[in-house]
């Protein structure tokens, strides 16, 4: 396969990846009762589609791409535990979750990275979870907010 | 004595009456002035080897409401933004607050904002010094906040002033409070809290138009009946102007001890572990047994101070380990204490120097004091700060930490101290907040929680954005209660109670400073001028002040720092100590005593020498 089939299929399967993530998003959103983790959803649902509209910019011309800076990786997600998903779940399950979903995609494309020897195919791969630990840092960020309350 | 024989006599004292009564019956108090790691020592033994969540602290007698108040309205209660975010602040509304002199260094800050241009409204039934800063102040009755500042959120909204977006964007409920406060109109809380209408419109006024208001409140707010209340009132007020997540604004409670934050995140508390993790949780008490290596960690929370001593009376208490707590002095009603504590079968006190809790003691085991031993100490924005060992210790004085570890040993449980860094890595094992603080990190500068994760830099600023804990901020519906003892006919004066700039809560420290004693040597009644020349009274005379409960003796201070019909006193002087007369009526949801509100009279016993005035001092005649 040339290197430019690979490039492409690559961003395919990271495009639905985020029509994946925006469709769990959007269907969380019609299950849980809390009008603040709804609204997480929805937002959560409407930033995925936004992933998904850059990554298909970008695949049209995917050896000028736009570099996703390398922001600090706290590894909050990875101490915490997967939260259950119930339509009572609190606002910190529904943030712990977004982040460990964006903990796992992170993971997926530094793997990938890994396992290749192509250069374009594992810069590629390794901006792909640039992006992924961005989105994972905003949500570590808001986790720390009102993940750790003072309540006795 | 030695120490094996204090030890062996102590734990063989506990295991007995524990093995024949159960845990239930040993209770257990922490401090907010001793370290992190000897707070979470207290804590670890209770819950480890006696099996009980009996252990709490003195975060009860003043800052609890805050945190049930802050918990109810965010989620969360701890303050919400750091120290130095008072210089960002354009209007800084203090109430409740004597911050010169319970707080000094907080004052600088503010007395630097109000320097510097910043608006500084002072709300305080007392004429407290910082309103020599202030460019408005505003003189409420003991016990009406809820009045006022019910009073003001409906004037905002009659003006329009409100942030509607934040309400709608960021809390649950914005047409509930408009409803609950319309009571309130800005005349009737007048009448109520005895502040005039035109104040309160002016404070209406600049609250509502500012960018950026900054909210402090201490224990003026909390120790009363309506505490929570109070402080539900106050996120109300704040969630209506919308200066919440961002720099310069907030909800901003002063702790009082220099570690009573971090006494609460030790888990010297009946209902949390370390980092407020729920005991009643099975989860959270599997994986924390885990990790101690113990089994039977209790699921069932524990008895809040108040409750540990009314039970001794009937036996359900019968042991009481107090570290860092004069309780007798520390708890209202203070006959009533002391009944409590003769009750006992065995009180043992950890303690520095003697008071008067350590002479109704069985053993006194003598603690290390501050820079004696490592640790290190949580402030009221949650910072975590080494302290590091810079002298020995007196005598044969020990960390709190060994002795809990060496009473563990010998009723057979290994709590596996071995040092103050041991104990907070102990702790850290099963942290959620303070997960990524170690030693090493705070070498050079402090580290505010949450932390969860070492590469985690810490959080200066709680609900950035507008997001809360609980998702949206809820707004508390809080009606004005008066306190539960009014002034009357027998008791015409309404006592109001707190700390001096020259001493420190009870004196066990500061009492034992010749300085401090030279430059404040005895409590004096504050009394308003208007009362003092009704009574033919003047500064120097001995009076006597009777409550429904006791009876002190002390001089008389003529001050217009008190307003009429408004007595005043500290807790500092067990020679004529404010809690013999205080009311033991508590805050309905956190067992937070009245201190700031009860009933008494004042007599005149004999002319004093003339006072004249030689120079003019800060918080003294």
């Not at chain 1, 050896?63 to 535990?81: G, N, W």
């Not at chain 2, 720099?247 to 702790?255: A, D, E, F, T």
């Not at chain 2, 309780?327 to 009750?343: D, G, S, W």
């Not at chain 2, 409960?549 to 008190?562: H, Y």
């Amino acid at each position: 396969m040339n290197p430019q089939n690979s490039l492409s299929l690559i961003f395919d399967l990271a495009i639905r990846k985020e029509e994946a993530a925006n469709q769990f998003y959007a269907a969380l959103a019609q299950r849980v009762k809390n009008r603040a983790v709804q609204e997480i959803f929805i937002e959560l649902a409407k930033e995925e589609l936004n992933h998904k509209t850059l990554l298909t910019s970008l695949q049209a011309a995917p050896l000028i791409q736009t570099k996703f800076a390398r922001v600090p990786d706290y590894h909050i997600a990875e101490s915490e535990a997967q939260p259950v998903v119930t339509p009572d779940m609190p606002l910190r399950d529904a943030v712990a979750l977004a982040m460990k979903n964006e903990q796992q995609a992170a993971q997926l494309y530094h793997v990938m990275a890994q396992a290749t020897t192509e250069t374009d195919v594992r810069e590629l791969f390794e901006n792909l979870m640039n992006m992924e630990l961005g989105h994972k840092n905003r949500l570590e960020t808001l986790f720390v907010d009102i993940g750790y309350p003072e309540v006795f | 004595m030695s120490w094996d024989e204090a030890l062996d006599y102590t734990a063989g004292r506990i295991k007995a009456i524990v093995d024949k009564h159960g845990p239930d019956v040993f209770s257990a108090l922490g401090s907010g002035r001793i370290t992190n790691e000897n707070n979470y020592a207290v804590a670890k033994f209770t819950r480890a080897v006696i099996k009980t969540n009996n252990v709490d602290h003195c975060a009860r007698t003043c800052h609890a409401p805050t945190v049930a108040g802050l918990a109810a309205a965010f989620g969360s209660g701890a303050a919400t933004n750091s120290i130095s975010d008072i210089l960002e602040a354009d209007v800084i509304f203090v109430i409740g607050s004597n911050m010169t002199e319970a707080h000094p260094i907080v004052s600088y800050y503010v007395k630097r904002a109000a320097k510097n241009g910043a608006t500084l409204i002072v709300v305080d039934p007392r004429k407290i010094d910082l309103v020599r800063w202030a460019s408005l102040y505003a003189q409420q009755h003991v016990g009406t906040d809820v009045a006022f500042l019910n009073g003001i959120i409906n004037e905002i909204f009659k003006n329009g002033w409100q942030n509607e977006e934040f309400m709608r964007s960021s809390t649950e409920n914005p047409d509930d409070i408009r409803e609950w406060v319309k009571p309130y109109p800005v005349e009737k809380a007048s009448e109520i809290c005895g502040v005039p209408v035109d104040t309160m419109r002016t404070i209406a006024r600049i609250l509502g138009t500012a960018k950026n208001v900054n909210i402090i409140y201490c224990l003026g707010i909390t120790e009363h009946t309506c505490g929570t209340d109070n402080v539900k009132s106050i996120a109300n007020l704040q969630m209506v102007l919308g200066h919440l997540g961002k720099r310069g604004g907030g909800v901003n409670p002063l702790r009082g001890q220099n570690n009573v934050q971090g006494a609460c995140d030790m888990g010297d508390l009946p209902n949390v572990y370390h980092n407020y993790q729920p005991v009643d949780d099975p989860h959270v008490a599997e994986k924390i047994a885990k990790d101690w290596g113990v089994t039977g960690l209790s699921l069932k929370q524990g008895y809040k101070i108040p409750t540990m001593l009314h039970k001794a009376t009937s036996g359900a208490t019968k042991i009481f380990f107090c570290v860092g707590d004069n309780t007798v002095q520390t708890e209202p009603n203070m006959a009533k204490t002391i009944e409590e504590l003769k009750a006992l079968e065995f009180l043992v006190v950890v303690d520095i120097f003697p008071n008067l809790t350590t002479e109704m003691a069985e053993v006194v085991l003598p603690d290390v004091c501050f820079n004696e031993d490592d640790g290190t100490y949580s402030n009221l924005e949650r910072r975590v700060q080494r302290l590091r060992k810079a002298v020995n210790p007196p005598g044969n004085a020990k960390p709190t930490w060994w002795i809990m570890q060496e009473l563990g040993k010998r009723m057979g449980v290994d709590l596996r101290f071995t040092s103050a860094e041991g104990v907070w890595e102990d702790m850290r094992r099963t942290a959620t907040s303070m997960a990524g603080i170690t030693y090493s990190r705070l070498d050079e500068i402090g580290i505010q929680w949450p932390c969860p994760t070492l590469e985690h830099p810490g959080t200066p600023i709680l609900h950035l954005h507008g997001k809360f804990t609980r998702g949206k901020g809820l707004f508390c519906r809080t009606d004005n209660r008066p306190p539960a003892e009014m002034p009357d006919a027998e008791y015409p004066f309404m006592l109001s109670t707190g700390r001096r700039l020259w001493h420190y809560h009870t004196g066990t420290q500061t009492r034992n400073s010749i300085g401090l004693e030279t430059i404040f040597p005895e409590e004096l009644m504050e009394i308003s001028p208007v009362d003092a020349l009704r009574m033919s009274i003047k500064t120097n005379d001995m009076v006597k002040a009777t409550s429904r409960r006791g009876t002190i003796t002390l001089k008389a201070w003529v001050t217009d720092r008190s307003p009429e019909g408004v007595c005043w006193c500290s807790f500092h002087f067990f020679e004529a100590h404010a809690n013999v007369l205080t009311n033991d009526a508590y805050d309905n949801v956190t067992e937070t005593p009245e201190y700031k509100a009860c009933a008494i009279k004042i007599e005149k016993i004999s002319d004093g020498k003339p006072y004249v005035q030689t120079v003019n001092r800060q918080a003294r005649p």
